[in-house]
């Protein structure tokens, strides 16, 4: 798998994972534990993108 294409899968599941939250937060039965969980993997995947991104621009 390319760069580009490794960076634009990364880039859908966070969106995923942004309206996963946002779904959870909307409910009225909102899991505080489920959202935590959620915003941990989405910042996880923002912080590998932000990795790989500098590792491409710096070689």
Do not use: Y
């Not at 489920?34 to 790989?52: G, N, P, Y």
Request: hydrophobic share 35%; proline share 2%; net charge neutral.
């Amino acid at each position: 798998m390319s760069l580009t294409s490794h960076l634009e899968v990364l880039e859908r599941k966070h969106g995923d994972l942004e309206r996963e939250i946002d779904q959870a937060q909307a409910s009225p039965s909102v899991d505080d534990l489920q959202v935590l969980t959620l915003k941990r993997r989405k910042l996880a995947l923002k912080d590998e993108i932000t990795k790989l991104k500098v590792a491409h621009t710096t070689h």
